[in-house]
């Protein structure tokens, strides 16, 4: 989760989201939603979701109309399903795989469905809160453009592929973790701003063996 905020893969995340949910009425406060949920497959920590999403999302959603509290409160209670979301689900999916004796891909499908409900219930709730306000979506002239996002950042979501193909195939957690990691590194050489030598790299690991524990 820490090297892909690094790698500035929630700012990708964040332009995908704008665009899939240009035509709803929460627009930037339902993108955010969904950006937290892409986020949490790959990193299954809050604070690193709300860091990689929120500093962009909180300041849109409080310029569409939505008050300060409720542009905090979609966010942090977005991060925090990024916990229950395959295929990471924080370090709750590993223990749950550890203590029952259950291989981890069931445990992955069957959290899926839960996952899916918590989301939607935040996207109802904003989409409540957008109609009583009066709100509507983003105008089309302050959306990315599908083409440059698809052009210029497709590589930011290999980690996301790597890590969910391996545990597919049947590598344990642990392996597929590390080449998602791998991927990150690699995929941050081609963003100028985000480039990751060895000083990025090792803070990367200093901050989130810090958020593990």
């Known amino acids: 989760g820490v090297l892909l905020e690094s790698t500035g893969a929630g700012e990708t ?14 627009g930037p406060a339902h993108a955010a939603i969904l950006a937290s949920g892409l986020f949490g ?9 709300i860091v990689g999403t929120g500093t962009f999302t909180i300041p849109i959603i409080k310029k569409r109309g939505f008050s300060p509290a409720f542009a905090a409160g979609v966010e942090a209670t977005a991060s925090c399903g990024g916990q229950i979301m395959p295929p990471i689900m924080g370090a ?14 069931t445990i992955m499908k069957i959290a899926i469905f839960p996952a899916i409900l918590y989301f ?10 957008a109609k009583k306000l009066g709100l509507r979506g983003l105008p089309k002239e302050e959306l990315p453009d599908w083409k440059k996002i698809l052009k210029e950042e497709w590589f930011l979501a290999s980690p996301l592929i790597v890590i969910i193909s391996m545990m597919i195939v049947g590598y344990s ?5 590390f ?11 081609f963003v100028p701003d985000h480039r990751m030598g060895l000083r990025e790299i090792l803070d990367a690991i200093c901050t989130g063996a810090n958020n593990t524990l």
Request: with cysteine.
């Open 92 to 105: 709750g999916g590993f223990l749950m795989a550890e203590l029952t004796g259950t291989d981890y891909l």
């Open 173 to 177: 957690p642990g392996m597929a973790a």
């Open 41 to 49: 497959t790959m990193s299954g920590s809050p604070v690193a979701n």
């Open 13 to 26: 995340l964040l332009k995908y989201a704008f665009r899939l949910t240009q035509k709803t009425r929460g």
């Open 120 to 129: 939607l219930s935040v996207f109802a709730m904003v989409h409540f809160e």
């Open 179 to 189: 080449w998602a990691i791998i991927a990150c590194v690699v995929a941050s050489q």
